[in-house]
Structure formats: structure tokens, C-alpha cells
């Protein structure tokens, strides 16, 4: 896949998949898959390096993780993301060191954060040679100055500046945008806006692709292990009673009463003992989602929303 695909896939409608790597072991698995994109993501400073967030990322910490990936991956187009602090101060230092990453790594792209205020940056990124993915949305460089890790265009001003990004990268020169945690309808909108791919994460699945993140499989998995974990307890235990009945009251229970029932009853049970085991009212049936997955209501995100 090069950069030229990217637009002819939005244009014919063709989906593609993408997906976060950060060495080389795990780039060679993707390289043998379908997979056509990888993004090294300065996330790697929080799942690999262990830092509290991705501003304490350096350049020298994206090229020593973005090297081995393209080594592991040299079929796969692979996309390498510019640090905080990497590109902040002047346009001539976003196009230095955008050049370095390019030199050093042999990545195919870089991605940067910010929507209108970084399109002169972009261009004069794409001017120097450099394809250049935006990035707009959630931007975690930035999350503390958009009050944590939230969904973003939850008004209509929000998601008109989002489509307003959107169209200043693409004059500028980007080739793709990723657009992170936003409603689905702003997402579509957004993607409709432009003739070039929308790389969604959490932003719906009306845009050009969606992100693989292992990050959100984890969350389901720590909130709804422990409900599989009482839900088989519970069928166990009525298994193990049914197996006990005469062999005539077996057939038809098994058959035709206690399957229904049973399945219910200890969907039912897991859930009260998974609520009080959290520490939640008899009445609460589910865990609350991540901030980051969850509108946030003081905006009054809506479901339709009056967009240019």
C-alpha cells in the first residue's frame, strides 16, 4: 500500500484495516496478515515504556520503536507519530525533526496532532517531501487542556470546528486523518466532508477504517470477566441438579423448561452477584464505560446534530 491508495480507496469505498505496533515481533505477525497499515503511536510511552502519558515520549524513544517495525513489517505501510515537543515550537523544527523520523526509521509517513492551527505546519512538512497523516479529535498531546481523556464534538460549534480541521489538513496536504473519540454521527459527517480517509478511533464505523486496539478488548475483558466467571458457576451448580432427576423429568426439563429459564436465572444472578461484588446497589446491572468511550453528557451530545 502507498499514499496514493489511501485516496483511491475512499473513492471506490474500500474499507482497510490498521493496526497499532510498536516492535519487531509483533510487526512480522501483522506483515503475514491483510493488514496494510501500522501505526507506531506515541501511546507506546504508556504500554511499553511505562510513563504516565504520552507527552514524556522523545523523538529518540519513537525511532528506537518505529526502526524495528519497519524492519518486522517491510510489506506493510507503516506510519510513525511525532512527539510532543517535536514540533510544538516552529514550523522549521516540526520539518527538521519530521525529516529525521523519516531518514532515521524508513517509516512511510508521519502523523502529527492539531487541526487548523497545524495546516502551515503540514504543508510545509508535505513541501519538504513528507506525507503527512493529521490527527484531530481527542489529541492525547493535549488531552489535559481538553479536560482529560473525553469525547470530542459533542456540540454542534465542537463538531463544526472538526470538519473545519478536516478541511484545512486536506488543503494542506495530508493524505488521511485519523479522527479519535468522537460521536458516530460527527464522524460520519466529518469523513463526508473530505476526499480523503477518516482513520477512526472510537469515532464510529462510518468512516474509511477502523482502529484494532487491543487497549479496548482489555477494558471489556477486566469489566465482564468476573460476570462469565458467576454466569458459568450458576449453570454448573443447575447442571449438576438436573443431571440428578429421573431420566422421564429430565428429558422434558432439559428440553423444553429449565434451558430458557436457566439461561435467564443466571444471566440474572451473575449480574446481582457481579453488582454487589463491585460494590454497586442490588439494582445496578452494569459497570460504568471508560470516560474516554462515553459522551460526555454536560455537553449534550445528541444523536442528530445540525451540521453544515
Partial sequence: MSVLDFKKYKEEGRKFAYVTAYD???????NESEVEVILVGDSLGMIMLGYKDTVSV?????IHHIRPVVKGAPDTFVVGDMPFGSYNKSIEQGVENATRMLKETGCDCVKLEGGVKYAPLVRAIVDAGISVMGHIGLTPQNATQL?????????????????EDAKELEKAGAFSIVLECVPKVVGKAVSEAVKIPILGIGAGIGLSRLLASISMLRH???????IYLMHTTVILIAAWFLWHLPGEWKTIA????????????????????????AGKPPWAYAFEAPRALTPDRGHGVISVMPLP
Fill in 24 to 30: 519487531y515481533t509483533t510487526a512480522s505477525i501483522v
Fill in 58 to 62: 522523545t523523538m529518540e524513544d519513537m
Fill in 147 to 163: 479536560g482529560g481523556f473525553k469525547v470530542q464534538g459533542g456540540t454542534p460549534e465542537s463538531a463544526r470546528q472538526l470538519i
Fill in 220 to 226: 471489556v475483558g477486566a469489566r465482564t470477566l468476573p
Fill in 254 to 277: 432439559l428440553g423444553w423448561i429449565v434451558v430458557p429459564i436457566l439461561v435467564a436465572l443466571s444471566t440474572w444472578v451473575a449480574l446481582k452477584l457481579a453488582a454487589a461484588a
